[in-house]
């Protein structure tokens, strides 16, 4: 390996906050680094003078990552590391390279086939999304259905297709009860029939549900977006996206969903997406083979995931912007998730699951496009009660998965399915606005009353205004409950719908309390702005309910532009964004006060996944070697050592990999995967006689050379302010860095290093760690 003075790079700096030096492997015989820290020059103003000895750094970084040696090895990822974003980005860039330098036609047909590959997965995941997305619900209606009755003109008759063609107001005599269509006369008997057979087919439904993920793809369980976040963001985890998840993942969604279980389909369909993607991806060598293409391929993909799971294609997009910080800043790649959101987005309307014709799930029917200075009391109360609560529901569930992780619950997960499902089949069965599916609950709670429309349940009654007033806040309270134990079961839940169920359902009941004080002082100057007969429709309490679910979710996520675009989306509200704006603003700074994270980013730390939140990180005075492992505690191997003491090495200890030093000076960083499948040949041959020479020594009899398997390092004094290594390490996605002092070895810090200090605030971090593949932390 060439060596090159590091002093001779002085002449080539940053114009940034600090300069950049060569940073090929120094030698004990070459003369002390002298890079550093600078400052920029003034305009117009004389040269700085730089501190010899304060800050010492790498290469010029587009440099450094087309270094010749770096790409002569493809790295080998096994699940549980995480990718070279340098390296995986340069090689795109080389392929992409050679393939546009062909000159002619074979040129052209080669760009124009490499660009057609690309989109075609595009296109191909936004469709299959789509039709996976209308499938699900109609399989979801179905069985859901099963639990109340069935319809006499078919089995597979789902009760809106059975009831079609029925005027508001009339009785269905297709559809059945199962009391009734056994032919059960008494009244006590059809009830308990009906109880009966509500509760074995929820318990059923969420039990099967269990028992597929358990024997078949344990990684099917949960929503998977902290998966998806955590791969996105460079973790490897391809076990997650398999093909039999793919399958048992769609599969059990259905039947957990349509068991009554609190919980929704709209996470784990951004998992299901993934999966497609990357099923589709295998077909072409060049996303598989490169990590960085496929997970910009994967970020689309999510956006289409949420897209059919609200129908929102703008909001899947924010989605993926906001949430799953899929993007980085690259138009390109927004564009992909833009493309596949609509493409899946126009599928799924063109399925139609729902017989609507609309790609609105809970559409707003109010009657007034405006709305009142007043009614900003109330909103404000519910945006700090979403707020509080869903607080409240994360520290809930969290305490709930430590519990079942610490508890007999661990070794017995289908019969805690089974539980769970019985007793909140046997509890929803006793609250009418719990029996029914969440999404119908949802849609109902938004609508308005309406003549020309059947009364949800007595909601329109004024008479029972203090008893729906109870039992949706008895709703909302068991429904927080229910949520906070389910999410985090051996089956696939989200988290997205029964959160908008609660907000709805508090919304609601707030929004007829509001109304009940109108009708009760119409001329209290609170009220000013309404007309003073009572009787004269003023407040819409469908709006408070989407306020409810609004604040709710964003307390709950923490979300805030994406979650405001997917509301009216979803609900066709467009003329009340600013006030939906506001909820989601005051209820997102009230959860703040409680806890940082959402639910989420609570799971990342749970499972202890490597992955940096990205915001700004603010130190309070320390510097790196603080947070830095020192040289005295790492593991590190030595310029010259037999290979038989470093395969042994590298049986003991299971980093991701291991700084090589010769006489205390770096020489750079071996990853053991790589070290391991070029010196087992070695070994077989020779004994285990050879040792390795100088890294950059020739080859001869006794000697190995090894210098193609080093990896080039970022490099810094350890005096540097812990915010510039932290926001290093999420800007420029590193795996670790390297301190030295003239040369000499230091300390170093890893990635897994920077996200336990990001979570240090969270008291259970990594409890669920052992439950996922192994991490590596160097």
């Not at 703008?314 to 899929?326: C, H, R, S, W």
Request: aromatic share 10%.
């Amino acid at each position: 390996m060439s060596l090159t003075d590091p002093a001779s790079s002085r002449d080539n700096l940053w114009q940034e906050d600090w300069d950049v030096s060569h940073d090929s492997p120094p030698s004990p015989s070459l003369p002390r680094s002298t890079s550093h820290l600078g400052r920029i020059p003034e305009p117009g103003g004389p040269e700085p003078s730089y501190p010899a000895e304060e800050y010492e750094l790498t290469p010029n970084l587009e440099e450094w990552s087309r270094s010749a040696h770096r790409h002569r090895l493809r790295p080998n990822y096994c699940d549980g590391d995480t990718i070279d974003w340098w390296h995986e980005d340069a090689s795109e860039r080389e392929r992409w390279k050679r393939l546009v330098s062909q000159h002619g036609f074979r040129g052209f047909i080669s760009s124009f086939v490499d660009i057609t590959k690309l989109w075609f997965v595009i296109i191909l995941t936004g469709i299959c999304v789509g039709l996976a997305g209308g499938w699900l619900d109609i399989l979801v209606m179905w069985l859901s259905g099963l639990r109340e009755g069935r319809c006499t003109r078919g089995f597979l008759w789902n009760q809106i297709e059975c009831c079609a063609g029925v005027e508001p107001g009339q009785v269905c005599l297709d559809w059945q009860p199962w009391g009734k269509y056994l032919g059960i006369g008494s009244i006590l008997g059809q009830s308990l029939i009906q109880s009966i057979a509500y509760i074995l087919l929820s318990t059923a439904f969420a039990s099967s549900a269990a028992v597929l993920v358990i024997s078949y793809a344990p990684y099917a369980f949960h929503t998977g977006i902290p998966e998806i976040k955590a791969i996105i963001g460079g973790y490897v985890f391809d076990s997650f996206l398999s093909s039999w998840t793919l399958l048992i993942k769609a599969l059990g969604l259905a039947l957990s969903v349509s068991s009554g279980l609190s919980l929704g389909k709209e996470g784990p369909l951004v998992h299901v997406s993934c999966c497609m993607s990357f099923l589709f991806m295998r077909l072409f060598s060049q996303f598989h083979l490169n990590e960085s293409q496929k997970r910009k391929i994967l970020a689309a993909a999510a956006a289409a995931g949420v897209s059919v799971a609200f129908g929102s294609p703008l909001g899947g997009v924010l989605f993926g912007l906001e949430e799953l910080d899929a993007f980085g800043g690259d138009f390109d790649v927004m564009w992909r998730g833009f493309v596949t959101s609509v493409i899946a987005a126009v599928t799924l309307q063109y399925v139609d699951p729902f017989r609507t014709s609309k790609l609105v799930l809970f559409q707003v029917t109010s009657g007034s496009d405006t709305w009142l200075a007043f009614e900003l009391i109330p909103w404000l109360f519910l945006a700090v009660i979403g707020g509080i609560l869903g607080s409240f529901l994360i520290k809930l569930n969290i305490a709930a998965a430590v519990y079942r992780r610490n508890s007999i619950l661990h070794e017995w997960p289908i019969l805690e399915v089974m539980g769970a499902a019985a007793i909140t089949a046997a509890v929803s069965y006793l609250v009418v606005f719990l029996r029914v599916p969440s999404d119908d609950l949802v849609a109902n709670l938004f609508q308005e009353c309406d003549p020309q429309r059947i009364d949800f349940h007595g909601l329109c009654n004024p008479t029972a205004m203090w008893e729906n007033i109870f039992l949706l806040v008895l709703t909302g309270i068991v429904k927080i409950g229910f949520t906070a134990w389910t999410f985090g079961m051996m089956v696939p839940a989200g988290v997205f719908l029964p959160t908008i169920a609660i907000g709805a359902a508090l919304g609601r009941a707030v929004g007829l309390l509001t109304q009940g004080l109108y009708r009760a002082y119409p001329k209290a100057w609170l009220f000013s702005a309404c007309p003073p007969d009572p009787t004269v429709r003023c407040i819409y309490p469908g709006f408070y309910a989407v306020i409810g679910a609004s604040s709710m979710l964003a307390g709950v996520t923490r979300m805030t532009v994406s979650l405001v675009v997917i509301v009216f989306e979803l609900t066709g509200a467009l003329s009340h964004v600013l006030p939906i704006m506001i909820s989601v603003m005051i209820s997102k700074w009230v959860a703040d006060a409680f806890g940082p994270d959402g639910i989420y980013a609570s799971w990342i730390a749970l499972r202890r996944y490597p992955w940096l939140a990205p915001i700004e990180f603010r130190d309070n005075g320390e510097i790196a070697a603080d947070a830095m492992t020192p040289v005295n505690n790492l593991i590190v191997f030595q310029g010259v050592s037999p290979l038989g003491e470093l395969r042994r090495l590298l049986e003991t200890w299971e980093y991701h990999g291991f700084p090589v030093v010769q006489n205390g000076m770096l020489l750079g960083y071996v990853v053991r995967e790589k070290l391991r499948n070029f010196i087992e040949p070695l070994l077989a041959e020779r004994g285990g006689a050879t040792r390795i020479g100088r890294f950059h020594g020739l080859q001869d009899g006794d000697s190995a050379d090894l210098s193609p398997l080093l990896e080039d390092t970022m490099q810094l004094r350890k005096e540097v302010p812990l915010e510039l290594v932290m926001n290093m390490f999420r800007k420029l996605n590193l795996r670790h860095i390297m301190f030295t002092q003239g040369g000499a070895l230091t300390g170093m810090i890893t990635k897994t290093d920077i996200v336990s200090l990001t979570t240090a605030h969270f008291a259970h971090r990594g409890v669920l760690a052992e439950e996922g593949p192994p991490i590596s932390s160097r």
